[in-house]
Structures are given as C-alpha cells and as structure tokens.
C-alpha cells in the first residue's frame, strides 16, 4: 500500500525533490512533429542537438495518482515553436490537468470527433483536459515554460494516433505572435485507425 506522501516542486525549473521517473526528449526525437522536418535539421546542425523538453514524475508504486512536471526550452523551428510530441490518453475515460507554473504557451487540443480548442499556459492558469483529447503543449514564449501535470496512473499514453496524423492545429509565429491555424499536413485517413 502507497503510504502519503509530500514533495517539493521547483516551478522555475520543473525539479521535484524526490522522483520515481525522468526522460529528456531532444530536437531530433521530435524531427518528425514539426511541418518541416529539414528545418530541424538545419537547427541542430546550427546549435546541436537540444533538450527540447524534460519529463520529471513522482508515482509511487500502487499509487492511482502520478504527477509530475514538464520543462520545455524555447525555440523555434521556421515558423513553429518548440513542442512537445502530443497524445491521446491510452484510455479514452482518463483525462489530466496541467498547471503552469512559469513561462508561456499554448495548449492544442482536439477531440476524437475533431473538436478543436486551445488553451493559454501562463503561471497560475490551471488547464483541466477532458477525457478523450489529445493534447500538445507548445511554448510560445522567450523562457522555460513549466507546467505541473497530474493524471490517473493507468491513463497510458498513445502517441503513435498524432505521430500518424499530426495535430489538427499548428501555433505559429505570425506578425510578431502566435497564432493557431490548421495543420496542412493533417491526415485525415481512416486507415491510419
Ligand atoms: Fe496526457
């Protein structure tokens, strides 16, 4: 059995003070979710190949909750800022909120049915996701943005539906802002299910 637990989260940097799990996702694990991928490696040939984002979590074993951080760098690739892969909770019935806690950015998310909407990151905004929609996180701001998430232990993560189709909606930079408009390369398949 679980026993209670406190932690300490750095919201500058997304540091936990004690973790169970950690990765680093770089610019070239990403190549293939930016709308052109050639820009990424024109990026890392410039500047190497960067941490684009960082995963901490805090999931004890039997625990029903995780939670964890997310730190993403900021970064452009062509018109596209730095994002993160996006997914689909494994189970549909399972959804997440996210809080950030320095930083900014955008929340993409859409609907299995193809509801699209988007919500601001900024410190102290609380996003609540609804089961069944796939989300992405994207900074749009000059700083780390940092965000703490929390989420059923058996949600699961489906990332292979967006690495396949896309998100229905990029954010790009658009006279001096972001600007969300709809994905080109969206693929609308029905074999892709
Ligand atoms: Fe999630």
């Known amino acids: 059995m679980p026993i209670p637990a406190g932690i300490v989260i750095d919201g500058a940097t997304g540091a936990l003070s004690s973790s ?5 996702k770089s610019l070239s694990a990403l190549r293939d979710c930016y709308e052109a991928p050639a820009l990424v490696d024109a990026y890392i040939a410039a500047h190497g190949d960067v941490a684009a984002y960082e995963v901490r979590e805090y999931c004890p074993v039997g625990n029903d909750l995780r939670v964890g951080t997310t730190s993403m760098a900021p970064g452009r690739i062509g018109r596209e800022y730095f994002l993160t892969r996006g997914h689909f909770h494994a189970r549909p019935d399972r959804g997440e909120v996210y809080w950030t806690q320095s930083g900014e950015g955008l929340l993409l998310l859409h609907s299995r049915e193809g509801e699209c909407r988007n919500l601001e990151l900024r410190a102290g905004v609380c996003a609540l996701i609804p ?44 006279d001096g802002r972001p600007t969300v408009v709809p994905n080109p390369n969206y693929r609308d398949d029905d074999w892709l299910d």
């Not at 169970?20 to 680093?24: A, F, L, N, Q, R």
């Not at 900074?139 to 998100?167: E, H, K």
């Open 20 to 24: 169970t799990g950690h990765y680093v």
């Open 131 to 174: 089961p069944g929609w796939a989300h992405r996180s994207v900074n749009t701001g000059a700083a780390p943005l940092v965000f703490v998430w929390t989420c059923a232990s058996d949600a699961g993560q489906d990332y292979g539906r967006i690495a396949a189709r896309g998100m229905r909606q990029l954010v790009i930079e658009q």
